[in-house]
C-alpha cells in the first residue's frame, strides 16, 4: 500500500469518528422519568421596598399533568417590589406515570429539596392555582409551610370525565395519575381565592371551602374565617381578575391584604 492511499483511508477512518459518536449519543439518552424541578427564578426582595419580610413566598406550578396553569412572573415580581423573597418553582411529573399511580409524593418530595436548597429562613408561603393546588396540598400535609394560597382550587372528587384516564378537558393528555385525597386540619392560614362563578360549584365540591357554612359566595370580596385567632384557619375571598385563566391585579392585590392581615 502506498503512502499516500494509508494516509487517504487513515484520514477517512477519522472523518467517520464525530456522526458515530452523534449516532452513540442520540441512540443512548434516556428521558427524565423522576419528578424534577424544571424551572427555578429567584427573586430578592427589593432594595426599596418599605420593609423586607423574612417569610419567602414560593410560587408553584405543577407540570406535565395535563393542565399547565399560567406564568407567576407579575406575581412574584411585584411581591418582590413588596420586600417579600420570591421563588417561582416548576416541578414536572415523573414518567411515563402507571394507571390509577399518584404522581404528587414524589412531585412533594422534589419540591422539598428544592425549597431546602434555597436556604431560606422561614417555611414558605405556598401560592397554587388549578391542578398545582394538588401539589401544594400534598406539600403542605408533609412538610412545614407557614401559610397556604389557593386560587381557583379544583373539587375534592376527580371531576374528570373517565377519571385517571383523561384530563380536566376531556382529553387524554392527563391519563395515568389518581386523583389524591387529603385530610389535613387548617392549623396554619389558608386562603381560597377565585372567581364569584366558580365558588358557587366549589362551595359544594371543596372541603375547606364547605366547611364555611353560611357564606355567601356571590359575595364579592373577603367572604369570612373559619379557625382559630392570629390569622390562622381558612379565609375565603371572591376576586376579579380570575376569569379565563387570568391572574389578574386585583386577585394579587386581594392575597396581599390577606398576608398583611395575617402579619406576613
Given at each position: 500500500?502506498?503512502?499516500?492511499?494509508?494516509?487517504?483511508?487513515?484520514?477517512l477512518?477519522?472523518?467517520?469518528?464525530?456522526?458515530?459518536?452523534?449516532?452513540?449519543?442520540?441512540?443512548?439518552?434516556?428521558?427524565?422519568k423522576d419528578?424534577?424541578?424544571?424551572?427555578?427564578?429567584?427573586?430578592?426582595p427589593?432594595?426599596?421596598?418599605?420593609?423586607?419580610?423574612?417569610?419567602?413566598?414560593?410560587?408553584?406550578?405543577?407540570?406535565?399533568?395535563?393542565?399547565?396553569?399560567?406564568?407567576?412572573?407579575?406575581?412574584?415580581?411585584?411581591?418582590?417590589?413588596?420586600?417579600?423573597?420570591?421563588?417561582?418553582?416548576?416541578?414536572?411529573?415523573?414518567?411515563?406515570?402507571?394507571?390509577?399511580?399518584?404522581?404528587?409524593?414524589?412531585?412533594?418530595?422534589?419540591?422539598?429539596?428544592?425549597?431546602?436548597?434555597?436556604?431560606?429562613?422561614?417555611?414558605?408561603?405556598?401560592?397554587?392555582?388549578?391542578?398545582?393546588?394538588?401539589?401544594?396540598?400534598?406539600?403542605?400535609?408533609?412538610?412545614?409551610?407557614?401559610?397556604?394560597?389557593?386560587?381557583?382550587?379544583?373539587?375534592?372528587?376527580?371531576?374528570?370525565?373517565?377519571?385517571?384516564?383523561?384530563?380536566?378537558?376531556?382529553?387524554?393528555?392527563?391519563?395515568?395519575?389518581?386523583?389524591?385525597?387529603?385530610?389535613?386540619?387548617?392549623?396554619?392560614?389558608?386562603?381560597?381565592?377565585?372567581?364569584q362563578?366558580?365558588?358557587?360549584?366549589?362551595?359544594?365540591?371543596?372541603?375547606?371551602?364547605?366547611?364555611?357554612?353560611?357564606?355567601?359566595?356571590?359575595?364579592?370580596?373577603?367572604?369570612?374565617?373559619?379557625?382559630?385567632?392570629?390569622?390562622?384557619?381558612?379565609?375565603?375571598?371572591a376576586?376579579?381578575?380570575?376569569?379565563?385563566?387570568?391572574?389578574?391585579?386585583?386577585?394579587?392585590?386581594?392575597?396581599?391584604?390577606?398576608?398583611?392581615?395575617?402579619?406576613?
Amino acid at each position: 500500500m502506498s503512502f499516500y492511499r494509508a494516509r487517504s483511508l487513515l484520514s477517512l477512518s477519522f472523518s467517520t469518528i464525530p456522526s458515530l459518536r452523534m449516532s452513540f449519543s442520540a441512540t443512548s439518552f434516556k428521558p427524565q422519568k423522576d419528578a424534577h424541578c424544571s424551572r427555578y427564578l429567584f427573586r430578592q426582595p427589593s432594595p426599596a421596598a418599605s420593609r423586607e419580610s423574612p417569610w419567602p413566598v414560593v410560587f408553584l406550578r405543577a407540570k406535565g399533568l395535563g393542565e399547565e396553569p399560567g406564568e407567576w412572573a407579575d406575581w412574584s415580581g411585584m411581591f418582590a417590589e413588596k420586600g417579600y423573597t420570591a421563588i417561582e418553582i416548576d416541578i414536572t411529573a415523573p414518567t411515563p406515570i402507571e394507571d390509577a399511580e399518584s404522581p404528587f409524593g414524589q412531585m412533594s418530595n422534589s419540591l422539598s429539596s428544592q425549597i431546602r436548597l434555597s436556604a431560606i429562613p422561614f417555611p414558605p408561603i405556598i401560592i397554587a392555582r388549578g391542578l398545582s393546588t394538588l401539589l401544594a396540598q400534598t406539600f403542605i400535609s408533609d412538610f412545614p409551610a407557614s401559610a397556604l394560597v389557593l386560587v381557583d382550587p379544583v373539587p375534592d372528587e376527580d371531576p374528570r370525565p373517565e377519571g385517571f384516564g383523561t384530563a380536566l378537558d376531556g382529553s387524554s393528555k392527563g391519563q395515568g395519575w389518581a386523583w389524591p385525597k387529603f385530610d389535613f386540619e387548617p392549623h396554619f392560614p389558608i386562603l381560597l381565592i377565585s372567581s364569584q362563578s366558580q365558588l358557587n360549584g366549589l362551595s359544594v365540591s371543596n372541603r375547606l371551602l364547605r366547611t364555611h357554612t353560611g357564606i355567601d359566595p356571590n359575595k364579592k370580596g373577603f367572604l369570612g374565617r373559619l379557625g382559630g385567632g392570629g390569622g390562622k384557619g381558612v379565609e375565603v375571598v371572591a376576586a376579579d381578575g380570575l376569569e379565563g385563566g387570568q391572574l389578574g391585579e386585583g386577585a394579587r392585590v386581594e392575597v396581599e391584604r390577606w398576608m398583611d392581615r395575617c402579619g406576613f
